[in-house]
């Protein structure tokens, strides 16, 4: 019976051991992660900062041009959205980095989500209750569909512009407009190409 016993504590040891590394690691990749976002928001400051500070002293097209965070293009794309969505106290802050990835995933342009957004529900500011869903995605009259979490509406929206709009052609805004939103008179396109623009510049 000793000897079982003992088997069974140091099973018992293992498995804590195990599960313990494991929260251990986890903490650790996310802690790196986050401390990476936050370098890449300050580097992206710093170029904006001393971009503006060239500009303003007359500094040359060449110079500016080399000044370059080295960051890689995914992470700049996430930290640039996070600055932008941060500054519109918008609820998708968090999830930038996702919407970069299933962007990249469906071979969307990465702003197209944040942009729909914006039109639609003031960057998801301003959404039906518990809905999760700044889209507008299967709203119509009464009819709301909501999602159990922004990632699930983050991912169910983007999967859904791939098969019903990229699949079929509908690149642009106008195009996709013609399907979305078809009684709008063009504002809707109008305003999805200014947040295109609003997102990729200089605050």
């Not at 313990?20 to 900062?49: K, P, Q, S, V």
């Amino acid at each position: 019976m000793k000897i079982k016993k003992k088997i069974a504590l140091f099973i018992l040891f293992f498995v804590l051991f195990a599960i313990n590394a494991t929260l251990i690691f986890a903490y650790h990749d996310g802690y790196e992660r986050a401390a990476r976002r936050e370098r890449i928001l300050a580097d992206l400051e710093a170029l904006e900062a001393e971009t503006n500070a060239g500009l303003a002293t007359g500094t040359g097209e060449a110079e500016l041009r080399g000044i370059r965070p080295k960051i890689s293009l995914v992470d700049a794309r996430a930290a640039n959205l996070q600055r932008y969505l941060r500054r519109l106290n918008s609820p998708l802050y968090d999830h930038a980095e996702l919407i970069v990835q299933v962007s990249d995933e469906y071979n969307l342009d990465y702003r197209l989500l944040v942009a729909i957004a914006g039109q639609e529900s003031t960057f998801g500011r301003y959404i039906p209750e518990n809905s999760y869903n700044a889209w507008g995605w299967g709203i119509y009259g009464d009819q709301v569909l909501r999602f159990d979490s922004w990632e699930e509406g983050i991912r169910t929206v983007a999967a859904g512009l791939k098969k019903n709009y990229v699949d079929r052609g509908l690149i642009t805004p106008g195009d996709i407009m013609k399907v979305y939103t078809p009684s709008s008179n063009g504002s809707w396109a109008n305003a999805i190409r200014h947040f295109f623009q609003r997102i990729e510049e200089p605050s």
